[in-house]
């Protein structure tokens, strides 16, 4: 499974943002998707994570200001991020997990919330 984002970029704060992860390869298998984020000096942490039947988890800090969607027609998890403040700066990845324990890992795209 191969997982490419997109969507990071230098916003100011109050603004939004949309990621995109696309995914190619075997997900048959996946059951659950997800994004995380690692801010420098941090250890990484779970943001938002959808499974199958669309049940969802949020990191109590983004919760009413992200959301977390799936198109399953074009193999995409999305994060859409509103009232973006400064300390959601961070590298943000996309992971999908299999249902027999596997984790696959995006390259990452940086968010950059500044004015």
């Known amino acids: 499974v191969q997982l490419v984002e997109s969507g990071g970029g230098l916003v100011q704060p109050g603004g939004l943002l949309r990621l995109s992860c696309v995914a190619s390869?075997?997900?048959?298998?996946?059951?659950?998707m997800g994004w995380y984020r690692q801010a420098p000096g941090k250890q990484r942490e779970l943001v938002a994570r959808?499974?199958?039947?669309?049940?969802?988890d949020y990191l109590d800090s983004v919760k009413g200001r992200f959301t977390i969607s799936r198109d399953n027609s074009k193999n995409t998890v999305y994060l859409e991020m509103n009232d973006l403040k400064p300390e959601d700066t961070a590298v943000y990845y996309c992971?999908?997990?299999?249902?027999?324990?596997?984790?696959?890992w995006g390259q990452g795209t940086q968010v950059t919330v500044s004015s």
């Open positions: 992971n999908h997990k299999s249902g027999r324990g596997d984790d696959y």
């Open positions: 390869g075997d997900i048959s298998r996946i059951s659950i």
């Open positions: 959808i499974d199958r039947i669309d049940s969802t």
